[in-house]
């Protein structure tokens, strides 16, 4: 079975997959707009955060499964695959611990002023006196918008910081968030009484641009907000305004739009405030998120291959009019 693997992925697990009896092309390098000319003599896709359009899908009789390396699909033509009989499957949770841990890194790093710190060391530069204002995060509020198993996780260890969790998540049971020890409240009591609020939603219609003005106004003045979900589900424009009144200050992974590539010049404006700290959404990246994820590939392609069942298939219609 031909695989053509688009984006980077564990290659201690590429002879893996050949061993289950994938004929393997691993082509990291490869940009989206290039895959409509590739994909016609493969049947099995992989990408991360690479862009699967229309064109690509409709380019191939081939192609039967796409497989994203992650956990949200928002970069596939999810209805275009659907039309085209196409499978779309995922590896989600896989990278719960790598995300949640770059939280907290985006949070210390606000708080003690890290990369400025460092900044001014490479600059041959000493100021104890300006850089050892923190405020400290025990004791503070942290507010979860999304309680999946990211957002778990991140509870895990706002708790082991004395952190006080707040949560939003209208699957999450009571009983649940109790087990957790995580109040549950409506999205107004995270913005009004968290200290910190980080996101942890899939983009879909439900939560796009749904971190909006209101919201921001809302948050308590020096409020640290992260998003290391999507940048589709913050209204940038409201976040750079609240940043420019330096209202609030923002540890960011993702950006709406961001580079499609894996490097790019890249001029957001909402770049240059001070306030911002950012990463290059490398939120899954981590050595062991990619070999669990890896791993999980495997499990999905391989049962493929031998039952024809597809694990963690997110298009598989409720209901259908054929007979």
């Not at 994909?39 to 994203?68: E, F, G, H, M, N």
């Not at 999507?230 to 940043?243: P, T, Y």
Request: aromatic share 6%; net charge positive.
């Amino acid at each position: 079975m031909k695989v053509l693997i688009a984006d980077k992925f564990s290659e201690a697990h590429l002879d893996r997959l050949k061993k289950v009896g994938c004929d393997v092309t691993y082509n990291p390098a490869v940009k989206a707009e290039e895959l409509p000319k590739l994909i016609a003599p493969y049947k099995i896709l992989i990408v991360r955060s690479k862009k699967v359009t229309a064109d690509t899908i409709k380019a191939s009789d081939q192609l039967a499964l796409i497989l994203r390396a992650g956990a949200g699909v928002n970069t596939i033509d999810v209805k275009t695959a659907s039309a085209r009989g196409v499978y779309v499957t995922n590896c989600p949770g896989k990278n719960s611990v790598a995300v949640a841990e770059l939280v907290f890194a985006l949070l210390l790093g606000i708080d003690r002023r890290i990369a400025d710190n460092v900044a001014a060391l490479r600059a041959h530069k000493w100021n104890k006196k300006e850089f050892s204002k923190a405020d400290g995060v025990f004791g503070k509020t942290i507010g979860i918008i999304g309680v999946g198993q990211i957002g778990v996780e991140v509870t895990r260890r706002a708790i082991a910081f004395g952190m006080h969790v707040l949560a939003y998540d209208p699957l999450l049971s009571p009983s649940r968030a109790k087990e957790l020890h995580i109040e549950l409240v409506q999205p107004d009591d995270i913005y009004t009484r968290a200290d910190i609020i980080t996101v942890h939603v899939p983009a879909n219609d439900q939560t796009r641009g749904m971190i909006n003005k209101a919201a921001f106004e809302k948050m308590k003045p020096n409020a640290i907000f992260i998003n290391t979900s999507r940048g589709e589900v913050v209204d940038q424009q409201a976040l750079r305004a609240a940043l420019e009144a330096k209202k609030i200050r923002a540890g960011l992974d993702v950006f709406n739009p961001e580079p499609a590539e894996g490097t790019a010049d890249f001029a957001d404006p909402i770049l240059d405030l001070p306030n911002l700290y950012g990463t290059h959404h490398i939120g899954a990246s981590t050595e062991q998120a990619q070999s669990a994820i890896a791993e999980e590939a495997i499990r999905i392609i391989e049962t493929f291959i031998k039952t024809g069942a597809v694990l963690n298939c997110v298009n598989l219609a409720a209901r259908t009019p054929a007979k």
